[in-house]
């Protein structure tokens, strides 16, 4: 019988070195589906018993040298279209890449969007983690997302139903996201372009950006947590890596960016068991040295080798 799927489907899916480290193995079954009804299907007759994995554009996360059991699903182009919808808003597929949002949005006049210029990924990544830079995130611009349940079901979200915090987003529903509008403010294109200039140079000057990296490695310190440590309420996760001797610091092929110390790298060789022990060992002593937990930005996910 022929499959019912319209998507492509790749067995053995060599996603590390799809991942912004380049390293980690590889996902038994991926899925890339031909647009929303055909993920669907997939979803509502695949065999529920194995395990489900979303991806993005892999910009956050951490592949196991062992690679992916089970059932991965990526949004690619069928998703990834851009469009104006009025004088504010801004319509993206979950598969679009933040890059073209933004440039949409200045191509429009619709300012505000600007920060997600420089944050590598897809839209569906970037409303999960609600993806944040230069004192904006996407709760800030974000007016509302499609979606669909890991059982095929549609959903519809207004910003509020997501209980977006830093870094974290809580559907009520396990859900793929599928869609998202944005709504920007009234600005003309040079004063946006001219942002996304400064925010490029920025980024360029002070963090790793053309290495094998995955953005911030921790999460910024609760203030909270940082009262009981003893330390400074605004003390930043760079500056936690700093203070217990990260900056620079090396495991096999992995290294802690000299650049931006909250960056972790792979240096050519590394594998995932390098970056993730490397990270292991700045949690362990900044909780022996300073009492302070870190949490771990970067998604890491698979099974080791
Ligand atoms: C050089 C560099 C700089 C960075 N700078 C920043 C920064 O300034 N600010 C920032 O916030 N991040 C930054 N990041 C991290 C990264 O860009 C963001 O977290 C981005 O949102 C990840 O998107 P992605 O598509 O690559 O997601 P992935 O890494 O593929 O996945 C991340 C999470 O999102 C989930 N996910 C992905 N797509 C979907 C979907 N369609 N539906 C539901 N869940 C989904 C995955 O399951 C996973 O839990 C940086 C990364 C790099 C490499």
Redo the contacts with the bound molecule.
Sequence with gaps: MSSPLRGEVIENAPLGQQS?FRCGGSADFLFKPADQDDLITFLKTRDQTMPLT????????IIRDGGIRGHCVQ?GKPFAEVKRLDDLYIEAG?GALNGNVAAAAVKAGIGGLEFLS?????V??????N???YGSEVKDVLIGARAVSLIGEEYRFVVDDLKMSY?HTEPPED???TGAIFKGVAEDYETVKARITEIKKKRNDT?P?KEK????TFANPDPKALRLAGLPEDTRAWQVVEKVGGRGLRIGGAQMSEKHCNFMVNNGDATAADLEMLGDTLIRRAQEDLGLTLHWEI?RIGEKA
């Design positions: 912004w979303v991806i993005g554009g892999l910009a956050n996360t949004l979950c420089g944050i590598p990924g897809s569906g990544g970037a409303l999960r983690m993806a944040g830079a870094r859900v793929i996201f963090q950006i990296t995955g953005g911030s998604k």
